[in-house]
């Protein structure tokens, strides 16, 4: 029995030592391709330039391996000019400042009056002398809205003729000389105008028009109009003016319109008019003439580059007759 319990010790023992083993195995490998130990280092083409034959551009590289991942890339690069260095440019961030010449920032100046713009004189902090400028200029526009300060006035009582009103700004804190010393804004009345609705009126025969008048009931008297007349159409029964529609009339070639008469039915309102004329435009083929022809023949010899072939024309005017032919180029 006790050897039962030492060999089974034993083998497990033995598997332990077996996976331990491959996951050791397992991790070096991880380990390699995280480092990149069977990748090769990158071997660039030569830059070409983005524009002309100098200044920045890009390069390709290429490398080889297993476990590179990326074997192709685009790296930035700078073809030196005539005279210049290949170590020249080594030096440049990427905004295109120099990393070796660093300044001390001046007091920004005054606001100009004419320019609207303020400046700033930098000067060498650190870097050759020779290379670095001693001082460099920085400019940039003042701004106007913090600088300048104004005291509101009072809105004016509204124009009735514009319908708006006005405030004036007077210059509170700023430069006189940069900023206005007076300005005016405007905008539209938002006047409460309300007003009592009289009757409307007794139809129009003639304009078919009825109105009614709106007298001032609150509201300024200056920006408020103290009467208004509405008109409309008026909106008589379905039974008040009912007419019988006559006939359309041939349509006229010269003013390519047609026309009929309405005449008012018996139980109308007498008010109505006992005829309304109506006119219309021609539509479509209303105003062409009706063409008849008969079947198309064939087509004739080649004559001065043309071929042509006709139908009979059995009914129709002139413009029936040009539809009657045929040509065709040869």
Aim: proline content about 5%.
């Amino acid at each position: 029995m006790e050897y039962k319990w030492i060999i089974s010790f034993l083998f497990l023992i033995v598997v332990q030592c077996v996976l331990s083993a491959e996951l050791h195995g397992l991790r070096s490998e991880r380990a390699s391709k995280k480092k990149g130990k069977d990748c090769n280092p990158w071997v660039f083409e030569e830059c070409k330039a983005k524009k002309g034959n100098c200044g920045e551009g890009k390069k390709l590289g290429r490398r080889t391996g297993a476990d590179c991942g990326k074997t192709e890339k685009v790296f930035p690069c700078t073809v030196p000019c005539d005279g210049e260095s290949p170590s020249s440019n080594q030096g440049k961030n990427k905004r295109g400042g120099d990393k070796k010449c660093k300044y001390r920032k001046g007091v920004w100046s005054s606001c100009h009056p004419l320019t609207n713009m303020k400046n700033m004189t930098m000067t060498l902090k650190k870097g050759d002398p020779s290379k670095c400028p001693a001082t460099k200029q920085k400019s940039k526009p003042c701004k106007k809205g913090k600088a300048c300060k104004y005291t509101r006035g009072d809105w004016s009582s509204c124009d009735p003729v514009t319908n708006m009103k006005k405030r004036i700004l007077t210059l509170r804190k700023g430069n006189p000389n940069t900023c206005e010393r007076e300005k005016t804004l405007t905008k539209s009345c938002r006047s409460v105008c309300k007003y009592t609705r009289g009757d409307w009126s007794n139809c129009d025969a003639t304009t078919n028009q009825k109105s009614r008048t709106l007298t001032l009931r609150k509201g300024d008297p200056n920006s408020c109009e103290k009467e208004k007349v509405i008109t409309k159409s008026c909106k008589r029964g379905h039974a008040a003016c009912q007419y019988e529609k006559g006939e359309w009339s041939p349509c006229d070639a010269s003013t390519k319109t047609k026309q009929r008469t309405l005449t008012l039915k018996d139980g109308s309102d007498a008010s109505c008019p006992a005829t309304k004329p109506q006119t219309r435009e021609c539509k479509g083929g209303e105003n062409k003439d009706r063409c008849f022809f008969g079947q198309w023949g064939e087509y004739s010899d080649c004559q001065n580059g043309v071929r042509k072939k006709q139908r009979e024309l059995k009914f129709g005017g002139a413009d029936c007759q040009k539809r009657a032919v045929k040509t065709k180029p040869c």
